[in-house]
């Protein structure tokens, strides 16, 4: 556990030094939420429309951004034989799996956090400071079970023709138990449901992060064998 | 090589008579159906005599993926990935025809294609998460490294269909069970009379028989495929 949370640092001051990916992601999220804002423009003074809508956005604007990171995670390593050296270091393979998500998780979490508000004001909510604790809690079980998946996929997906398009094609598919209660919980805080109107949602979030960081971590060792 | 071919044609010879019957019963034998309250349904609802064999007969093909990729990362034998992706491929086409006989039927009793209903978006991500398996499958081209990564996949979005279930059923909790009278197997409204049961269980056993026949015939091509690769590389080092 130690051990992965040293790949983590590794990442995370590598990641810092240049932001290149936390910024491409930032900048791109937001140019997701402008666009729909944009397109939207002519009801967005309707608020029932908007709260039907606005969650589902969000979502959009956070599994493409996070794609897009996602897809450099393991593309970065494959520069000047880093991977190799990665796997030659004395721990387990799936401590590097879990470093990996470590990082990836605390990258696009702090992303999702300078997003969100730009999204309070282009999608105009005023929201006190226990919703937001809410969505937070909310976005973060939803971003780790998409990192979770993401990171493996991504590895899976190092040593193929065409990564960048077949990421999310990979993705998507897998990743739909996530966005279903992800957006549905969102959707709850944003509306002023407590704890308690959201917990089914929150329960199988937390239930697909379990199941599915159990599987990844025993099958990743295979997708980064060669 | 022989044998096995003779075994597969006898296999297929099977499927196809058992075919026409199924087909015959659907159209010929069965008395029109009735609902709960005696009125006779539509005949459209004959579809899903075809539907829910192939339906079943798609997840059964995808529970043989998984448990092919599963003994494929324990034992990295080739036969185990032979068997994932004969089934991968039958799969998709079985789960595509599951969607297109739903949304006919669909059409014309609900009056829409499609309905963001529980089974339907289970089965198009199935279908969907069989896509990606093959899409990954085409873009490498390690014969080895290939399995390996297909068998990942493999595992992975095994997993996440049951998960997508559940996580529809929450969405949609404002719909109990629409339609579940109908979709709902042999329990369901409509299905008693040993007629309707008899030619429901002849069509579970032509599209077993036809899955059974497609994969063996898949199985066999594979492994011929797999032959010639290996003569056309040996030759190829020889020439080096």
């Given at each position: 556990?130690?051990?992965?949370?040293?790949?983590a640092a590794k990442d995370l001051k590598a990641e810092f030094r240049t932001k290149q990916m936390f910024n491409s992601m930032l900048i791109f999220s937001l140019l997701v939420l402008?666009?729909?804002?944009?397109?939207?423009?002519?009801?967005?003074?309707?608020?029932?429309?908007?709260?039907?809508?606005?969650?589902?956005?969000?979502?959009?604007a956070f599994t493409f951004a996070g794609m897009l990171g996602l897809s450099r995670t393991f593309v970065m390593e494959?520069?000047?034989?880093?991977?190799?050296?990665?796997?030659?270091?004395?721990?387990?393979?799936?401590?590097?799996?879990?470093?990996k998500v470590f990082s990836n998780l605390v990258i696009v979490f702090l992303m999702e956090i300078v997003t969100i508000p730009f999204?309070?004001?282009?999608?105009?909510?005023?929201?006190?400071?226990?919703?937001?604790?809410?969505?937070?809690?909310?976005l973060l079980?939803?971003t780790?079970?998409f990192i979770?998946?993401g990171t493996?996929?991504s590895?899976?997906?190092?040593?193929?023709?065409?990564?960048?398009?077949?990421?999310?094609?990979?993705?998507?598919?897998?990743?739909?138990?996530?966005?279903?209660?992800?957006?549905?919980?969102?959707?709850?805080?944003?509306?002023?449901?407590?704890?308690?109107?959201?917990?089914?949602?929150?329960?199988?979030?937390?239930?697909?992060?379990?199941?599915?960081?159990?599987?990844?971590?025993?099958?990743?060792?295979?997708?980064?064998?060669? | 090589?022989?044998?096995?071919?003779?075994?597969?044609?006898?296999?297929?010879?099977?499927?196809?008579?058992?075919?026409?019957?199924?087909?015959?019963?659907?159209?010929?034998?069965?008395?029109?159906?009735?609902?709960?309250?005696?009125?006779?349904?539509?005949?459209?609802?004959?579809?899903?005599?075809?539907?829910?064999?192939?339906?079943?007969?798609?997840?059964?093909?995808?529970?043989?993926?998984?448990?092919?990729?599963?003994?494929?990362?324990?034992?990295?034998?080739?036969?185990?990935?032979?068997?994932?992706?004969?089934?991968?491929?039958?799969?998709?086409?079985?789960?595509?025809?599951?969607?297109?006989?739903?949304?006919?039927?669909?059409?014309?009793?609900?009056?829409?294609?499609?309905?963001?209903?529980?089974?339907?978006?289970?089965?198009?991500?199935?279908?969907?998460?069989?896509?990606?398996?093959?899409?990954?499958?085409?873009?490498?081209?390690?014969?080895?490294?290939?399995?390996?990564?297909?068998?990942?996949?493999?595992?992975?979005?095994?997993?996440?269909?049951?998960?997508?279930?559940?996580?529809?059923?929450?969405?949609?909790?404002?719909?109990?069970?629409?339609?579940?009278?109908?979709?709902?197997?042999?329990?369901?409204?409509?299905?008693?009379?040993?007629?309707?049961?008899?030619?429901?269980?002849?069509?579970?056993?032509?599209?077993?028989?036809?899955?059974?026949?497609?994969?063996?015939?898949?199985?066999?091509?594979?492994?011929?495929?797999?032959?010639?690769?290996?003569?056309?590389?040996?030759?190829?080092?020889?020439?080096?």
């Open positions: 556990m130690i051990r992965s949370l040293y790949i402008v666009v729909f804002s944009i397109s939207f423009g002519d009801f967005l003074g309707d608020s029932s429309k908007v709260e039907k809508l606005a969650p589902g956005v969000l979502w959009v494959s520069e000047n034989g880093c991977l190799e050296a990665l796997k030659l270091c004395p721990v387990d393979r799936s401590a590097i799996y879990t470093g999204f309070i004001v282009l999608f105009n909510y005023s929201l006190d400071s226990g919703t937001l604790l809410l969505l937070g809690l909310v079980l939803g780790l079970g979770i998946v493996l996929l590895a899976l997906t190092l040593s193929t023709r065409t990564r960048e398009l077949l990421l999310p094609v990979l993705l998507l598919p897998v990743l739909l138990p996530v966005l279903i209660p992800g957006v549905e919980a969102t959707a709850g805080v944003l509306a002023g449901n407590g704890l308690s109107g959201i917990s089914s949602e929150l329960r199988l979030l937390a239930v697909y992060d379990l199941i599915f960081f159990a599987v990844s971590h025993l099958v990743f060792e295979y997708a980064i064998s060669d | 090589m022989a044998a096995n071919s003779r075994k597969t044609g006898v296999l297929a010879a099977l499927a196809a008579g058992v075919m026409l019957l199924a087909v015959y019963m659907i159209f010929f034998y069965l008395p029109p159906i009735r609902d709960e309250s005696g009125a006779v349904l539509s005949d459209s609802f004959r579809i899903f005599f075809f539907h829910m064999p192939i339906a079943i007969t798609s997840y059964l093909a995808f529970a043989i993926v998984f448990v092919a990729s599963v003994f494929y990362l324990r034992e990295k034998a080739l036969k185990w990935d032979i068997y994932a992706r004969s089934a991968a491929e039958i799969g998709a086409l079985f789960s595509f025809l599951v969607l297109a006989t739903g949304s006919i039927w669909a059409k014309d009793a609900w009056g829409w294609y499609w309905i963001w209903d529980l089974r339907l978006t289970t089965s198009l991500v199935l279908f969907l998460v069989y896509l990606a398996y093959l899409m990954l499958r085409k873009s490498l081209e390690e014969p080895e490294k290939r399995a390996q990564l297909a068998a990942v996949f493999g595992i992975v979005g095994f997993v996440s269909v049951p998960l997508s279930f559940f996580s529809i059923r929450l969405w949609r909790s404002a719909h109990p069970l629409m339609f579940g009278g109908n979709s709902g197997g042999s329990g369901g409204s409509g299905l008693e009379g040993t007629a309707l049961q008899l030619t429901l269980a002849v069509n579970f056993i032509a599209y077993l028989l036809l899955f059974a026949a497609l994969f063996a015939v898949k199985v066999e091509n594979e492994r011929m495929q797999e032959a010639v690769d290996e003569k056309r590389y040996g030759e190829f080092e020889e020439g080096i």
